[in-house]
């Protein structure tokens, strides 16, 4: 069976993306739990990775979710120490994260180099860990886009996009800083029932409107790389969508 076509939804602006992500969000983490599902979620760093956090919390409705029985992971993390500005879990921890009630045993970071002897080193335990988890069967995984179009830390033309054999992966020499980060591949993002891209602002618009281009390719845009088998939503403001027909 064929993967449905990408959903575009539109909003004014930031913050109603952000908080129409959040309230599908909750919608659909409390649907799959009715249903018997364990969710696994991925989550993404960047504005809006932080942006949808703090939307749900301010939803009174996100009780509706059991939150200790999420998972989380994150689709790819900066190689810095725990606790770095930088780091997308630090910044999504600063959104609120950790007031939502989850299980701190299923919110599985990436080491950094105080706990990892390299990248390729905490890369292999990331997918190790997913491995061993049931990870991989996501409910939803989150992206971010640059302006240069990539997603998650897989850059345009970058090697990394090029390993098949591993759910994650080390990135060096990313074009946006830190240089050295860990990734998902696509093989392991690529095995979600929802796969949703959080983006707003004018400087995405060209990004947007290259991923969603009929025969857009992943080497160039690797925003186009990414689907769900049930839903693929971009969740898109006003500015970032200025580009699409
Ligand atoms: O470096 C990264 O960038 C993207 C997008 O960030 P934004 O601030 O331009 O929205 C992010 O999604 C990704 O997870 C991250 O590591």
């Known amino acids: 069976m064929s993967e449905p076509s990408p959903e575009v939804l539109r909003h004014p602006d930031k913050q109603a993306t952000a908080d129409a992500a959040a309230a599908q969000l909750v919608s659909t983490l409390a649907t799959a739990q009715r249903e018997g599902r364990e969710p696994q979620v991925a989550l993404t760093?960047?504005?809006?990775?932080?942006?949808?956090?703090?939307?749900?919390?301010?939803?009174?409705?996100?009780?509706?979710?059991?939150?200790?029985?999420?998972?989380?992971?994150?689709?790819?993390?900066?190689?810095?120490?725990?606790?770095?500005?930088?780091?997308?879990?630090?910044?999504?921890?600063?959104?609120?994260?950790?007031?939502l009630g989850m299980d701190p045993a299923r919110v599985h970071r990436v080491d950094g180099p105080d706990r990892a002897a390299s990248v390729e080193a905490s890369a292999q335990a990331y997918g190790d860990l997913i491995r061993q988890e049931g990870g991989g069967e996501f409910e939803v995984v989150m992206?971010?886009?640059?302006?240069?179009?990539?997603?998650?830390?897989?850059?345009?033309?970058?090697?990394?996009?090029?390993?098949?054999?591993r759910i994650a992966v080390a990135v060096h020499d990313s074009p946006k800083p830190p240089p050295d980060r860990v990734t998902l591949t696509f093989e392991a993002l690529n095995h979600a029932r929802e796969v949703w891209f959080l983006v707003a602002g004018e400087d995405k618009a060209q990004a947007v409107a290259a991923a969603l281009a009929p025969g857009a390719d992943r080497w160039d845009v690797p925003a186009s790389g990414v689907s769900g088998g049930t839903a693929t939503r971009w969740f898109v403001d006003e500015a970032a969508a200025a580009d699409l027909p």
């Open 45 to 99: 760093g960047g504005s809006m990775g932080s942006a949808i956090i703090a939307s749900v919390l301010a939803r009174p409705d996100h009780a509706d979710v059991d939150w200790s029985r999420v998972t989380v992971w994150w689709g790819d993390e900066r190689y810095l120490p725990a606790g770095d500005a930088e780091r997308n879990d630090t910044q999504n921890d600063a959104a609120g994260l950790g007031s």
């Open 143 to 165: 992206f971010g886009v640059g302006p240069d179009g990539h997603i998650a830390s897989l850059f345009p033309h970058h090697p990394a996009q090029r390993v098949f054999d």
